[in-house]
């Protein structure tokens, strides 16, 4: 059966247009005339048999069917390049992976370690994009996903990689001089918040036997990374795992107070849904990361 899919041309044309609300720019863009762009638009309104633009005197506005469609035409055209271009970067071998990564454990765990990936495997690419929260892999482009909480995805398979241990962490300036900090001085201190472990400080002072009424109330930060910049501002305290920040550690812009770690059941895992598990590519990744992560778990 013939698929009732509009030529590129016209794809192409309309999502420029739509994205500027201008044949003209889309038109210099694709280095076409106006008069061709608006052949090309009205060509796809025919095809759809849907109004896409309304015009009007000072040019030409998205119609509500138009804004829609032009989103989903922007994601599935997104899609495409980025296969077209893992394609042309591999001349056809190898394959690539499109993996969801929270932001602070890719950059700062992560990344350090692909190159020994790409020496075991040079015939996989990975290319990272940042997703704090759980989502539907039906709905996305993702391969895989490195996610910290719990590990029941529905439809996935999940791989341990390690707990965080997070410790409270702050600039030496709030130390006052001191060499270290109660936890009941901790508690007397603004606490830097994480929006995605909204009840961190609640748990890290229950597990020393405190109640403290304001334990979830403070700044919200959603990264580690936020976190790190704020408590070396002096803004309060954060809880951080140490392995986060290892070089602002060692340079002595955050320190330690209380080096009282609260167990946590949740932890970071390599997410794959169940009908990608046995590609190649993702076989070799999971082994790779699962070593590395033993390795790494090891050493601590």
Same mark, same amino acid.
């Given at each position: ?42 060509? =796809? ?6 109004? =896409? ?13 138009? #804004? ?8 599935? #055209? ?6 077209? %271009? ?34 075991? &495997? ?13 989502? %539907? ?8 996903? /490195? ?11 999940? &791989?341990? /990689? ?11 300036? /709030? =130390? ?64 951080? *795992? *140490? ?29 794959? *849904? ?27």
């Amino acid at each position: 059966m013939r698929r009732k899919i509009p030529s590129t041309a016209a794809l192409v044309a309309f999502e420029l247009a739509a994205r500027h609300e201008s044949f003209t720019r889309a038109a210099e863009e694709l280095a076409l005339t106006q008069s061709a762009v608006c052949r090309q638009i009205a060509a =796809l309104e025919d095809f759809l048999g849907v109004r =896409l633009f309304s015009r009007t005197r000072r040019g030409v506005r998205l119609t509500e069917a138009g #804004l829609a469609y032009g989103r989903q035409i922007a994601a599935r #055209l997104d899609a495409v390049e980025r296969d077209t %271009l893992s394609v042309m970067a591999h001349h056809g071998q190898g394959a690539t992976i499109e993996l969801a990564v929270v932001p602070t454990f890719a950059t700062r765990w992560l990344m350090p370690r692909l190159g020994s990936l790409r020496a075991a &495997h040079p015939e996989v690419t990975v290319n990272l994009t940042t997703r704090t929260r759980p989502f %539907l892999f039906v709905e996305t482009e993702f391969d895989a996903a /490195l996610y910290y909480g719990d590990a029941g995805w529905p439809g996935t398979e999940a &791989h341990y /990689l390690m707990h965080e241990d997070a410790v409270p962490v702050c600039s030496p300036e /709030l =130390l006052g001089g001191r060499a270290a900090l109660s936890a009941e001085d901790i508690a007397g201190m603004p606490l830097l918040q994480q929006t995605t472990r909204p009840y961190a400080w609640r748990q890290w002072f229950e597990s020393l036997g405190l109640r403290v009424a304001h334990d979830m109330t403070g700044t919200r930060l959603e990264l580690f990374s936020m976190l790190a910049q704020a408590a070396m501002q002096g803004m309060g305290v954060a809880l951080i *795992p *140490p392995f986060l920040i290892r070089e602002e550690l060692a340079s002595g812009r955050l320190v330690v107070p209380l080096p009282h770690i609260c167990p946590s059941d949740k932890a970071y895992y390599l997410i794959i *849904p169940e009908r990608k598990a046995e590609t190649a590519a993702l076989t070799a990744f999971r082994d790779w990361l699962c070593a590395e992560a033993a390795a790494y778990r090891e050493r601590r």
